[in-house]
């Protein structure tokens, strides 16, 4: 089982729509959790993060993790075409264990 | 502008030919890091660096090699390429404790024939 699992895709939804992204991951030692988006042919670019469990909200993004499950997401309300990228799932163990962990990512289109 | 860069952004070369991706970061941050992503396989890391001096493996360091001689430096050496290193390439850079916020540069495409 691989540490960190996400569903590749495509998403397609249409503009207004609430997206729901997934990651699922094995190693409970994991404290931090970011969501990167990298939009194409540009590098991942910091989207949000959450230590431990818990929300957190920014603006029409909701970033969800529940520990207990090993499950996070990442919830785009009034979802807009220029919210089409891929969104790549990140973990790490925080403290002196820098390296990020990344999810696949998932390719999202939204449509007009 | 804080920024992460990289040169050559494309590259095309030949298998066996010794060739160095440059990687730069004027945010003095303390941690260096290279990717590669290739697709169905996601991010990977090659190698990182903690400071200068202080570099490691990540998960698929064979066939590369890095230095940190100036905190703001980390080249990526392939000292004799091959086509299964073909692949886009990322550095990111973070301050030391909040390596969950790096920064990516914009990429190397490198192809080996």
């Known amino acids: 089982q691989k540490e960190v699992e996400q569903d590749p895709g495509p998403l397609s939804v249409p503009e207004g729509a609430i997206v729901s992204l997934n990651c699922t991951y094995s190693?409970?030692?994991?404290?931090?959790f970011m969501w990167y988006r990298q939009y194409s042919r540009k590098g991942p670019e910091l989207l949000m993060y959450?230590?431990?469990?818990g929300n957190k909200e920014d603006g029409r993004f909701t970033a969800q993790v529940d520990k207990s499950s090993k499950y996070i997401s990442l919830f785009i309300r009034d979802s807009q075409p220029s919210d089409s990228a891929t969104y790549l799932c990140?973990?790490?163990?925080?403290?002196?264990?820098?390296?990020?962990?990344f999810g696949k990512g998932t390719k999202l289109s939204v449509k007009p | 502008e804080a920024q992460v860069t990289q040169n050559p952004r494309y590259l095309i070369t030949v298998t066996g030919k010794k060739l160095t991706v440059t990687c730069s970061q004027n945010?003095?941050?303390?941690?260096m890091s290279w990717y590669r992503q290739d697709p169905g396989l996601g991010l990977r890391q090659i190698y990182y660096?903690?400071?200068?001096?202080?570099?490691d493996k990540g998960d698929v360091p064979e066939g590369y090699k890095v230095s940190r001689k100036e905190k703001r430096n980390f080249p990526l050496i392939l000292e004799s390429p091959s086509p299964n290193q073909t692949s886009l390439y990322f550095c990111?850079?973070?301050?030391?404790?909040?390596?969950?916020?790096?920064?990516f540069g914009p990429g190397t495409r490198l192809t080996v024939t």
């Open positions: 945010m003095n941050h303390e941690y």
């Open positions: 959450t230590y431990s469990s």
């Open positions: 990111a850079s973070s301050l030391a404790g909040v390596e969950y916020e790096q920064y």
């Open positions: 660096s903690m400071n200068v001096e202080v570099t």
């Open positions: 190693n409970s030692a994991f404290q931090y």
């Open positions: 990140a973990m790490n163990y925080g403290g002196s264990q820098g390296n990020l962990i």
